[in-house]
């Protein structure tokens, strides 16, 4: 850390460069009153790096928390530190275009507000979502209804979308809570931000769908008189995202592709195991199509760089970063080396190490090569031991019993502690909160060794996840602050994704002796689907053939989701056959638990 140039301040002013105007205070609430975005809470990071902080982590929150209105190019504005993203605007002929409009509508609305106050009542006149995230759409109904306003984003944008929120929503929603430390407080030992922005709003999450989609790279555009060039890049932080260049304003968005922190080859709340070799190739050809006809690169996070040698050095050493670790992991995996192996030997090379935005601050090295290596290879690492374990309750059992009971396990536990090794100490601790979970000496002995974890850590999202299971090992657990499936989200399921996600509701065992088929005739649509269930296993076919249903129902779609979300009754409802069947299907679909145990059995 000593090799840290912590004195070189151009990250400062870049993050300063075209400051116009802060929204004072830095507070957005809902309409009933909630706060749901208080930036001002991290004030405390004017102050210097306490203890409790890695020095490196405490530059990067202080940086992230910079908030305003900032010019980036004639022209073009960006709103930053009003949610985890920043907010782009563009002005055209008759108005503006608004990029990424944050996680919640609130916070949109607040910042459009914001750009107003300063750049004058201009109508949103495009509407361009850079990614399939929820921070770069949830607020779009802070900004416009959509009527009269073309709404771009690449293709497949609304299939991932979707599909990322309600097929494991609770799941990810869970853990993001962990990760964004959501329950934490903003305090110099508390949340410090997650290395991307500050943390997730909690307001009211929307979704408008695209009237255009970017089908191909080089693909050209025409919104409120200002041209956009397009660069598709699949499957590189998102599975639907794209860069694009403003040739006239030679300003180049780049995304979430390239941002001041080594992003997540596979985020910690959970996601599909991104491509890091697609990922590199991309920004190779990212270089090679703009570089020469941009004079700023800006992202949906952090701040903008200005002068194309500088653009072209940040996205090379991003390039380099994410290709290096693909192909060094490839190397050592080929070698026979597992993922926790490969993370703990992987050393970046020192200009990269050098660099301030390839530390990670967001992804980290050590997960990411984890993720690498699962995307190649998988969880089982080959060893026939790894194969058939015990799962973590009676494993932790087993372990604590041939280390002679609890009380011994938490004593070896504070030796390990004193001798400053906390990954062990905390293994060790783990194993004793899971076969006794009502033990409070371990329960608290790892509540401490999570927050000193916590307090070492570059990495934001490794400190609030060490944070928040500290405090959850101390108190109850918390459901997560944002709900991400929204009713915008839900309507926008095709009868395809209702049905799967309906599938993943089954209860399978109390399903085992169920065998019934129902029709579902949408009369909205014409749309005509066929649900069995079998073996514990809902099966769906669309345009099914023949006859043969036990139940025939005729409904709109939005009548479809009441009836399976419990909401509604059976009253008037057009249909042929038994209609007890609907019933025995409700009957075996369980709801998620938004709040299930993490750091406890």
């Known amino acids: 850390m000593a090799d840290l140039p912590f004195h070189d301040r151009a990250d400062f002013d870049d993050a300063d460069r075209g400051f116009i105007a802060k929204l004072t205070p830095a507070l957005v609430k809902a309409a009933d009153g909630r706060v749901v975005w208080d930036n001002d809470s991290y004030d405390f990071l004017d102050g210097e790096c306490p203890p409790t902080a890695h020095p490196s982590l405490w530059r990067q929150a202080r940086l992230c928390a910079k908030q305003g209105l900032y010019e980036v190019a004639e022209g073009i504005y960006q709103v930053r530190g009003l949610d985890l993203s920043n907010m782009t605007l563009v002005e055209g002929t008759n108005g503006v275009i ?45 900004v416009t209804d959509g009527t009269g306003v073309p709404v771009i984003a690449p293709a497949r944008f609304m299939e991932h979308a979707v599909s990322e929120n309600v097929y494991a929503g609770t799941a990810m929603n869970r853990r993001a809570a ?24 909690a307001g009211t999450v929307s979704l408008i769908p695209p009237t255009l989609d970017v089908t191909r790279t080089g693909q050209e555009e025409t919104v409120d008189g200002v041209t956009v060039v397009f660069q598709l890049t699949p499957g590189t932080e998102a599975p639907a995202e794209m860069n694009f260049l403003f040739p006239d304003r030679r300003a180049l968005c780049m995304a979430e592709n390239a ?61 380099d970063l ?76 087993r372990y604590v019993e041939v280390l002679g009971g609890t009380s011994a396990v938490v004593a070896l536990a504070g030796r390990y502690l004193g001798e400053g090794d906390l ?9 004793a909160v899971f076969a006794d979970p009502g033990d409070s000496a371990a329960r608290g002995l790892l509540a401490q060794v999570y927050t000193r974890l916590g307090h070492g850590a570059e990495n934001a999202t490794w400190r609030n996840f060490y944070l928040s299971g500290a405090r959850e090992l101390t108190g109850p657990p918390s459901k997560p602050a944002t709900d991400t499936v929204s009713p915008d989200l839900l309507g926008a399921l095709t009868a395809e994704q209702v049905f ?3 599938s993943i509701r089954v ?43 036990d139940l025939t129902l005729r409904l709109t779609k939005d009548r479809l989701m009441g009836l399976l979300n419990g909401e509604g009754d059976t009253d008037g409802l057009d249909h042929d056959g038994d209609l007890t069947v609907l019933r025995r299907l409700t009957a075996v679909l369980e709801q998620p638990i938004p709040d299930f145990a993490i750091v406890t059995p």
Not at 294 to 302: K, N, R, Y
Request: include cysteine.
């Open 178 to 201: 962990y990760m964004y430390g959501q329950h934490l407080p903003r305090t110099p030992d508390g949340q410090l931000g997650c290395g991307l922005g500050m943390g997730t709003s």
């Open 322 to 397: 994410y290709a290096y670790l693909h192909d060094q992991t490839l190397r050592m995996l080929n070698r026979g080396m597992t993922g926790a192996e490969i993370a703990e030997a992987m050393q970046l090379p020192p200009a990269l190490e050098r660099a301030w935005h390839t530390h990670g601050y967001y992804g980290s090295v050590s997960h990411n090569v984890k993720a690498i290596y699962q995307r190649y290879l998988g969880w089982f690492d080959g060893n026939p031991a790894h194969l058939w374990e015990h799962p973590p309750v009676e494993l932790a059992r």
């Open 500 to 502: 799967d996600s309906l």
């Open 507 to 549: 209860d399978g065992p109390g399903a085992w002796n169920e065998r019934f088929t129902i029709d579902w005739h949408l009369t909205g649509t014409g749309e005509r689907h066929r649900t069995t269930m079998s073996n514990g296993a809902l099966i769906h076919e669309g345009n099914p053939s023949g006859d043969g249903a």
């Open 259 to 319: 941002t001041h922190n080594l992003h997540n080859v596979l985020t910690l709340r959970g996601a599909v195991v991104r491509d890091a070799r697609l990922w590199s190739r991309y920004l190779t050809e990212a270089i090679a199509l703009f570089a020469d006809r941009a004079d700023v690169a800006f992202a949906s996070h952090h701040w903008p760089t200005w002068g194309r040698e500088r653009i072209v050095a940040f996205l090379s050493q991003q390039r």
């Open 98 to 142: 608004v990029i990424d409009p944050l996680v919640s509508t609130e916070c949109a609305a607040a910042a459009l507000k914001l750009y107003r106050d300063h750049r004058g009542d201009r109508p949103v006149t495009g509407l361009i979502y850079t990614h399939s995230h929820v921070d770069h759409f949830g607020g779009a109904r802070g």
């Open 423 to 431: 990954r062990f100490a905390a293994t060790l601790l783990n194993h």
